[in-house]
């Protein structure tokens, strides 16, 4: 089957989606768990075929991490299904409603947006999230999943499917786009076929998707994220939140990059945080007055504040006061999430309202950007752009609006 015809097929089964009550998608999304569950198996043998190809061909231990399944993995697949099924459905809530002076009832109601497209690289568990998010908000799904990830792909959208069938749901809901560069462009200039597209990976695959797409893209953007340790920071709180933030699993993209330190507190804050990450196995790299407050620390190259390391590096740099971190974070943050440690509720304040980003954080991890912690469900990923939707992005967010009028024969005057 060409692209272009799985195309025209999900977009058959939109339609048919729309019209289901949450009870018909629930059912499937039960029925989808187990099919998962009974195939496991035949996921991790998949699954282990993809890491042994990675491995011969050099892939870097971040991405196996992201790519490996196992039993535990798995199941937590098939429980987010689980766990979609009891959450409300947003499809056919009233935003806002109201009553025109001649009497025509006008409400804005959330409806599915129809095809979604999900480029996505690695972690295929993101394939059982994505379907799962995009059914039970009443869209179709088109995932193109990354060569890297091919077998557990196609072992993980088989169950899926055949747990549609069992439902009694069109199977072609849910699909696995497979091929090369040539079908991702293909995905891109789909117009009138795909609604809207998502990428999910690396700053080279977002810019690719969000520059050359002539479908309509939410940006997931890269994790730059920052913390500052305030003046009035708690040493413990801070050391507690960045071991958390950096080492719990620093391949992903809620996970800590730069830690910047307020000079005022510097002295005794920079040993203190130092000793506490490179004991964890994480290597600092920093500034001169970082370096000079301890040895342990080594240089930050040229372009070391622009990007994610997603491994167990971290930046660190002594800023002025609060408003020159604010002014690091403005040049380099990639707006996904940002974080504070203070008992300044002024300090706080003042960095929540200056700070452009996602999420902005105080005195918490910001492990906590990411839909489950936000009790959405499965996530289908982190939005850092401005329009439609911002940050975690769970079922509400796959939804669009539309107005409904009702009326009893009103006509308009003038």
Not at 166 to 195: F, K, Q, S
Not at 205 to 232: F, K, Q, R
């Amino acid at each position: 089957m060409t692209f272009q015809d799985q195309a025209r097929a999900a977009k058959v089964s939109a339609t048919l989606l729309r019209r289901l009550d949450r009870a018909a998608k629930d059912e499937a999304l039960r029925v989808m768990a187990d099919r998962l569950r009974s195939a496991t198996g035949e996921v991790l043998e998949a699954n282990r075929a993809d890491l042994d190809r990675g491995r011969a061909a050099g892939m870097a231990e971040g991405l196996q991490d992201r790519l490996a399944l196992s039993e535990e993995r798995v199941e937590s697949m098939a429980a987010g299904l689980e766990s979609l099924a009891g959450l409300a459905d947003p499809v056919g809530e009233v935003v806002r409603g109201w009553t025109t002076p001649q009497g025509v009832r006008i409400e804005q109601v959330r409806v599915p947006i129809g095809v979604i497209g999900i480029i996505y690289e690695a972690r295929p568990n993101v394939t059982a999230d994505a379907a799962g998010i995009c059914l039970k908000s009443g869209n179709a799904s088109l995932l193109r999943g990354s060569s890297s990830a091919l077998e557990s792909n196609r072992a993980v959208i088989g169950a899926l499917r055949a747990g549609l069938a069992d439902a009694g749901l069109p199977v072609d809901a849910v699909n696995l786009v497979e091929g090369g560069h040539d079908i991702t462009d293909e995905m891109m200039h789909a117009r009138g076929l795909v609604d809207l597209l998502i990428p999910r990976g690396g700053a080279g695959l977002i810019n690719a998707v969000v520059t050359g797409s002539s479908v309509p893209v939410i940006e997931t953007g890269t994790g730059n994220c920052h913390l500052v340790v305030d003046a009035d920071a708690d040493l413990a709180m801070a050391e507690k939140i960045i071991l958390n933030a950096k080492t719990q699993r620093p391949s992903v993209c809620n996970a800590l990059e730069t830690v910047l330190v307020h000079s005022e507190i510097a002295a005794e804050a920079v040993p203190r945080l130092v000793g506490a990450l490179t004991g964890a196995g994480v290597r600092v790299h920093g500034d001169e007055r970082s370096k000079a407050l301890d040895d342990r620390v080594v240089p930050a190259g040229e372009h070391e504040y622009e990007a994610e390391y997603l491994s167990l590096d971290l930046a660190m740099r002594v800023v002025d006061d609060l408003d020159a971190a604010i002014a690091h974070i403005r040049q380099f943050g990639s707006g996904h999430s940002e974080t504070i440690v203070t008992d300044s509720l002024a300090a706080a304040r003042t960095f929540q309202d200056s700070v452009d980003a996602a999420a902005v954080l105080v005195n918490c991890s910001s492990r906590f950007v990411d839909g489950s912690e936000f009790g959405f469900g499965a996530e289908i990923g982190i939005s850092t752009q401005k329009t439609h939707a911002r940050g975690p992005m769970g079922l509400a967010e796959m939804t669009s609006t539309t107005y409904r009028l009702n009326g009893s024969g009103q006509t308009r005057l003038g």
